[in-house]
T-cell receptor, first 116, second 111 residues
Framework: GAVVSQHPSWVICKSGTSVKIECRSL??????MFWYRQFPKQSLMLMAT?????????EQGVEKDKFLINHASLTLSTLTVTSAHPEDSSFYIC????????????FGPGTRLTVL | GESVGLHLPTLSVQEGDNSIINCAYS??????FIWYKQESGKGPQFIID?????DKRQGQRVTVLLNKTVKHLSLQIAATQPGDSAVYFC??????????FGQGTELSVKP
């Protein structure tokens, strides 16, 4: 069964508004989660590494003040897209390292963001 | 820098045939690789993984081959079915556990 959930699965918002996306680990206390962005017909691009109880680590070129990440508990990380613009429209996916004796990363179902 | 790439962006096969999806990586120090399947509108789904101390690993209908000499990775799907139609990504584990994804190959299975 699924080990990572995301909410919402899709969202449409107006330009200039903020949107929060939740990523939950369902059966494991994930100290580290990862956030990816995927544009149509393209590969996944890592945005940031979310660390429980500390600041997220952002990849080069990702604006940390625009993409706010909070990992306040061992089972929940949130990504807030602030002042969203049409170019932020994308598929946002989170993942966790299972820690179940393997190195595999398991992904959530993704959130489709459309900014009008 | 690190990079993972694919030779074929699209692959069309007949149902029942075997499929082979290839991937090249550039970091010879990489020690762990994963293949994911992504269906339209969904998150990537784990298929199979392999560590660098192995050259072959088999799962149910899938086999991953690793050639460290030429830094090449392949995914073989036996008796391909319509349900196998999806985009397949290879990923290389980089520093800090980050995954570096290849560009993806779209597999289309013809009935």
């Amino acid at each position: 069964g699924a080990v990572v959930s995301q909410h919402p699965s899709w969202v449409i918002c107006k330009s200039g508004t903020s949107v929060k996306i939740e990523c939950r680990s369902l059966d494991f206390q994930a100290t580290t989660m990862f956030w990816y962005r995927q544009f149509p017909k393209q590969s996944l691009m890592l945005m940031a590494t979310s660390n429980e109880g500390s600041k997220a680590t952002y990849e080069q070129g990702v604006e940390k003040d625009k993409f706010l990440i909070n990992h306040a508990s061992l089972t929940l990380s949130t990504l807030t897209v602030t002042s969203a613009h049409p170019e932020d429209s994308s598929f946002y996916i989170c993942s966790e390292t299972s820690g179940r004796g393997t190195d595999t990363q398991y992904f959530g179902p993704g959130t489709r963001l459309t900014v009008l | 820098g690190e990079s993972v790439g694919l030779h074929l962006p699209t692959l069309s096969v007949q149902e029942g045939d075997n499929s082979i999806i290839n991937c090249a990586y550039s970091n010879s120090a990489s020690d762990y690789f994963i293949w994911y399947k992504q269906e339209s509108g969904k998150g990537p789904q784990f298929i199979i993984d392999i560590r660098s101390n192995m050259d072959k690993r088999q799962g149910q209908r899938v086999t991953v081959l690793l050639n460290k000499t030429v830094k090449h990775l392949s995914l073989q799907i036996a008796a391909t079915q319509p349900g196998d139609s999806a985009v397949y990504f290879c990923a290389e584990r980089g520093q800090g556990g980050k995954l570096i994804f290849g560009q993806g190959t779209e597999l289309s299975v013809k009935p």
